[in-house]
């Protein structure tokens, strides 16, 4: 936003009446915790989550200088996303040495990309509407209180968001330059996650109605980026197709899923009041325009939102993803949503009609939230079991079972501790006859003085069985948090086992 357009906005908010100021400071309110959660969490060279040191791992083998796409091994075991968000935080820590603060502020920097995009994007479409405009971010950003607070988890999640959003917002009005970052902006949300192939068609289906001129042009710079990354990948980066597409189809799809979350908790739970006035939306255009309908559906904003949907009802499912594949949809809705409720409110005379939408709806997120909002504060408790868990590794030799890069924190050497997601799930059913010997190896050999086991510890696993034959003594427990004992992998209740060797 230039300074015209920041006049723009201020002039906006001096035609306000005393209400609308009001409604539009009160949608305000939920960025209050959002900020207290990112200071709380911003100084923390330590995450209550495994996948947070799961992707510091995949930093770290950058900042090594080793392939991201290696084998299967007891010493390192990849993340199966792509690696764009992985690139940038390591370019920060190789500057400015690794630690958790690098990957999070990447998060934060492209979570408030995505704020500033859904701002712009909704002042377009509801004519400059600042109580609209202001209350379509705090939407988005309000469901990382729901959803792994992603506004700065070490996580792919915000970077694919960003680029998906900036992807679409380029071709509401597609022209050369515009469709040509358009389709870089989708590609590199590609290579952040799989799933934005989605949008990448989505965005190709889209100017085939509208703007066939420059669908050739979106293509040809989609695909020169796609072949050019995905050569690169696979040539140096190890076996990239086989651990980013082959291992993702092991686990299996719960239809149950499809109804109890994505449709109940997602659709019609965190964003279902303006889910109803998306739908309300499409057919309420045909009263004030004379566009036909298989016209206007494709605009950027519904593209998106569809798009955004079927990756959510496709992915959520899925055993092992949850609702952050509905980030883009919950983007879209909003977007529809909003812009949907300003017109029924101009075609009723009454500016109300939007601005009770935006606020009974980001209301809605807040109420929702209540409970889980406390969980999302590091409070002194993580501190005191981090620094107890530095005492082990001070200690001797140890392993904190299913939770990598964290040896490498405390100067020690990863081994033992794979993430064997892509070997134990084969055509959607659990299977351990596949998992190497090799995994066992060290613990057989005792080379640990101590395993720590928490919440990714499972005894009917042949790694966990040898851990239990070889580590009999329990010699510490770290319990679980007293007020969110389940919440997040490292908040529950430790055990730290002995070597058999140092019994003798």
Not at 55 to 64: E, N
Not at 336 to 351: F, H, P
């Amino acid at each position: 936003m230039g300074g015209k357009a920041f006049r723009e906005v201020w002039n906006g908010w001096c035609d306000l009446s005393l209400g609308e100021k009001f409604i539009c400071l009160a949608v305000l309110l939920p960025l209050i915790p959002l900020v207290g959660i990112v200071i709380s969490r911003m100084g923390a060279d330590y995450d209550i989550g495994a996948p947070a040191y799961q992707h510091m791992a995949m930093i770290d083998q950058i900042l090594q200088g080793k392939v991201l796409y290696a084998p299967l091994s007891s010493e390192y075991s990849c993340v199966t996303y792509n690696p764009l968000y992985w690139y940038i935080s390591a370019a920060f820590c190789k500057v400015f040495g690794m630690s958790f603060l690098w990957p999070r502020l990447v998060s934060l920097m492209f979570s408030a990309g995505c704020a500033g995009i859904m701002f712009m994007w909704t002042w377009r479409l509801t004519a400059k509407d600042l109580v609209m405009s202001m209350a379509a971010p705090v939407m988005v950003l309000s469901t990382a209180f729901l959803i792994q607070f992603w506004v700065m988890e070490i996580n792919v999640n915000a970077l694919h968001v960003f680029l998906v959003l900036l992807g679409f917002y380029f071709l509401i009005e597609p022209d050369m330059r515009k469709t040509v970052i358009a389709a870089i902006a989708l590609t590199a949300s590609f290579f952040t996650k799989q799933t934005a192939l989605a949008y990448i068609v989505a965005a190709a289906v889209m100017l085939f109605f509208r703007s066939r001129r420059h669908l050739l042009l979106y293509w040809v710079t989609c695909v020169i980026f796609l072949a050019a990354g995905c050569w690169y990948l696979e040539v140096f980066e190890g076996d990239f197709y086989r651990q980013t597409i082959a291992a993702n189809q092991g686990p299996p799809w719960m239809l149950n899923r499809l109804f109890s979350e994505v449709f109940q908790q997602v659709f019609f739970g965190m964003v279902g009041c303006v889910f109803m006035f998306s739908i309300l939306r499409v057919f309420v255009e045909g009263s004030v325009e004379d566009v036909p309908f298989f016209a206007r559906i494709w605009r950027s904003e519904y593209l998106l939102a569809a798009a955004g949907i079927a990756v959510e009802i496709i992915s959520h499912p899925k055993y092992g993803s949850g609702p952050v594949h509905g980030l883009v949809a919950i983007c879209g809705i909003t977007l529809c949503g909003l812009s949907g409720a300003s017109l029924i409110g101009k075609m009723a005379g009454c500016k109300k009609i939007a601005h009770a939408t935006a606020a009974v709806q980001v209301a809605a997120l807040i109420i929702i939230s209540i409970p889980s909002i406390p969980s999302q504060y590091y409070d002194r408790m993580d501190e005191d079991k981090m620094i107890r868990i530095s005492g082990i590794f001070r200690s001797g030799r140890t392993c904190y079972f299913g939770i990598p890069y964290i040896q490498r924190k405390y100067g020690q050497a990863s081994l033992g501790i794979p993430d064997d997601e892509p070997t134990k799930w084969v055509n959607g059913r659990l299977t351990y006859q596949f998992i190497p010997p090799k995994l066992s190896e060290p613990f057989a050999k005792q080379e640990f003085d101590y395993v720590i086991i928490g919440s990714y510890f499972d005894p009917n696993h042949p790694v966990a069985k040898v851990i239990m034959e070889n580590y009999k003594k329990a010699v510490a427990e770290f319990p679980a948090h007293p007020r969110f004992p389940n919440s997040t992998d490292l908040r529950h209740r430790n055990v730290v086992l002995a070597a058999n060797r140092l019994q003798k």
